[in-house]
């Protein structure tokens, strides 16, 4: 212990070898089902073990887990020769208080991180729900979740269609006008406002859109040729008045003019919609100087909702 206080290191006299490829063991079993083989993987991996095992010493540690109180399936012809993990004796108690916190912290930084990032702390927060027996905590836990809404089988298949920019046809369920079917070359997931979105070419209604993923009830076809249709970009200048000196522009805007008393502001997007609402956003302290088409859409966009307005 003094050589480990000294040298910050770890070595085989430090620790119990038996003890450690146990936990190794379990560790991987807590992934998933292994095999005698994968499991000798991650053993052969490990920084400290470094080496393989036979099929009778790796049934030793598996018997000793079981002696602890974990429930391990035995491996057979049934189960494509894999232990299972089913249970184990293991649990984490966490406080209200750290609950909230970690809930805070997930919200937090969604907006921040790609869907790799993302997709993992999912995942770090269903193994952790899953190591809590106290019920409510769990559901707590679970509740947090982005994914809690959306089936698990099509966000695996548009992680896919996305990365590939597969063309694909699925059914989506829109909150205005009910079920219908939308043709989409994807292109990405992304995450804003606490939801997960698809992003790419709605051959559709023609233009570069996006639909939130809890919505998709299935993927009805995937298009082996892509249609060659692209959605180019519109460029929409407008002032901004009122500004601070430190105004930091979006990643899809270019500040083009300066002055004490203006901004003048060349916005890049291909969702109309999404353009307006950054428009809409600034209220009073923004004016549209082109193109005519963007400017007459968000004139009757207005008119639109001072017709509803007057209803109320």
């Known amino acids: ?33 292994k095999t005698n083989n994968e499991i000798n993987e991650c053993l052969l991996n490990d920084q400290y073990i470094k080496e393989n095992f036979s099929s009778d010493t790796l049934r030793i540690y598996i018997n000793s887990l079981r002696a602890i109180g974990c429930e391990i399936t035995k491996a057979n012809k049934s189960n494509s020769k894999k232990y299972e993990l089913t249970s184990h004796p293991f649990a984490y108690e966490i406080p209200k208080s750290q609950l909230k916190a970690l809930s805070k912290l997930q919200k937090s930084i969604h907006d921040k991180i790609d869907i790799k990032e993302f997709l993992t702390i999912e995942n770090f927060f269903n193994k952790l729900s899953d190591l809590i027996k106290d019920e409510n905590s769990k559901e707590f836990l679970k509740n947090t979740s982005m994914l809690k809404r959306i089936d698990k ?49 709605n051959l559709t209604h023609q233009q570069y859109s996006y639909f939130a993923v809890d919505r998709i009830l299935e993927i009805i076809s995937i298009k082996l040729q892509k249609d060659n249709e692209q959605f180019l970009p519109t460029k929409i200048i407008y002032e901004l008045q009122n500004h601070n000196d430190d105004y930091v522009a979006n990643k899809d805007e270019k500040i083009i003019e300066k002055t004490d008393n203006k901004l003048v502001i060349e916005l890049t ?24 088409a963007f400017k007459t859409n968000l004139l009757n966009k207005l008119k639109t909702m001072k017709e509803s307005y007057a209803t109320i």
Not at 3 to 16: G, R
Not at 19 to 33: C, D, F, K, Q, W
Not at 282 to 291: E, G, R, W, Y
Request: glycine share 2%.
């Open 153 to 201: 089988e099509i966000l695996d298949e548009l992680l896919i269609h996305s990365k590939n920019k597969n063309q694909i046809k699925f059914l989506y369920n829109s909150p205005d006008s009910g079920k219908k079917e939308i043709e989409i070359v994807a292109d990405k997931l992304s995450i804003s406002s606490e939801k997960l979105y698809l992003w790419g070419n």
């Open 1 to 33: 212990m003094q050589e480990f206080l000294t040298n910050n290191t770890v070595n085989c006299n430090l620790m119990s070898l038996t003890g450690y490829r146990t936990l190794v063991i379990l560790n991987a079993l807590m992934e998933s089902p």
């Open 269 to 292: 997007s291909k969702n109309e919609f999404n353009a307006m609402q950054r428009i809409l956003h600034m209220a009073n302290d923004c004016k549209v100087i082109s193109p005519d």
